[in-house]
């Protein structure tokens, strides 16, 4: 799609005219400063066409003649005018020959400044694709900052995840290690007490082989004893019988007196 004119041909050529009012060179410059924009290679053309208008319609030169001297020097003016006229032409055929040569200079920086603007597009339109390029760099920028933000927070809640199982490891280890310290006490503990009635049953064993020999020394001694006792039985009821035979003997006397 082409671009829009900034300022059509009229005032152009009314900035032209002003210019011309005022002596001053017309340039594109100088009518951007007129217009306050305008593109260069546009005012050029502008230009050029202003200046074949003013060559097709030159503007005619009128010497009025003060009332005064009208009739007196009506012939010397005239002449004057005449001379006047040529020296015009020869100003304007010079005039004509510096128009065509700044024309042709013209012709040239205008064709520069197209170059230059075509140039100026180009580098407009290759800083709107970097810019665009730019906007989808800084928003996928944008993205990765917002994930490398969430992988830091995730990170530093797994982070603090493991300190607090490192904590709780090291809370396990301690009461393993108290109950380890406790369980190896209590063998200990328990190795005393079965060492001490390992003793005890040594001591147990000793008494009982021995208390099992005295009973056996015993039970001989019982054995003789026993014998012994029988022994005495036997005699006492050896003596009993003696003595009941006395008695009776001792009886059978006794009848025998009494009679």
Known sequence: MGRIAAHTQEQVFEAADKLAVECQEVTPT??????????????????EAWLRMRQAAPTPVILEMP?????????????AAAEAGKEIAAIREKADAEIKGTKRRLDEALSEVERLEE????????????????????AAATGTAAREAALLATVEQMRQQVDAQQIELARVHGEAEAVRNQHTAEAARLADQLKDQKTRCVDLEAGLTATRKGEREAAAQLGRAQGELDALRAQVASLNDIVRSLAAQDDKKGKKVQL
């Not at 400063?33 to 546009?42: H, P």
């Not at 009332?67 to 002449?79: G, H, P, R, S």
């Open 30 to 47: 100088a009518l951007r400063e007129v217009l306050g924009r305008g593109s260069f290679s546009t005012l050029g053309k502008h230009i």
């Open 67 to 79: 009332e005064i001297v009208k009739v007196a020097f009506a012939q010397c003016w005239q002449a």
């Open 119 to 138: 140039e100026a597009n180009a580098d407009a339109a290759r800083m709107e694709t970097t810019n665009s390029e730019l906007a989808a760099t800084q």
